[in-house]
């Protein structure tokens, strides 16, 4: 099998790998020596203060999920925040419509208490056409039948 002119042969590749290899060991030995410098005691004593200290990295380990809490915290309300303002804009707007249909049925309501006033300025002898009485605004507007007369009664004449 012959190898193609672009692809460098298995000896090739050996080579590189040997070159780097002689290339690592001559940066190896041109590092200083390592030496131990503690003493068993040194060890000693660092590990009896490491274990000392432990109660206070667990503190601070607590603390600092205190003061990430309300980060993380604060992050999620201004990530929700979008949300609510739409959510508000949208119950912002039903309101108004509220708002709007309560003016209409008032108007309605005084167009209505209008006419029965002028109908019942037209009765004699004070009696009157229709009444008018609380609640809601067409829902209780009874009319009475004048008589003699074919009058209408209930709301459903304004339909």
Same mark, same amino acid.
């Given at each position: 099998m012959r190898s193609s002119p672009n692809k460098p042969s298995d000896r090739e590749h050996l080579r590189q790998w040997q070159q780097q290899l002689t290339h690592a060991e001559q940066k190896l030995n041109t590092l200083a020596a390592i030496t131990l410098t503690l003493t068993a005691d040194e060890v000693a004593s660092a590990l009896a203060q490491h274990a000392e200290q432990r109660p206070l990295r667990q503190r601070l380990v607590a603390l600092h999920g205190q003061i990430v809490s309300p980060t993380k915290t604060s992050g999620a309300v201004? @990530?929700?925040?979008?949300?609510?303002?739409?959510e508000q804009t949208q119950r912002n707007v039903a309101l108004n419509e509220?708002?709007?249909?309560y003016k209409e049925k008032t108007q309605q309501l005084a167009d209505v208490k209008t006419i029965c006033e002028q109908g019942s300025a037209?009765?004699?002898? @004070?009696?009157p056409a229709c009444t008018v009485t609380g609640g809601s605004a067409l829902s209780t507007l009874w009319f009475h039948q004048p008589p003699g007369g074919r009058g209408v009664s209930g709301a459903g004449a304004w339909r």
């Open positions: 201004n @990530g929700h925040y979008p949300n609510v303002t739409l509220m708002r709007q249909r037209h009765q004699n002898a @004070g009696s």
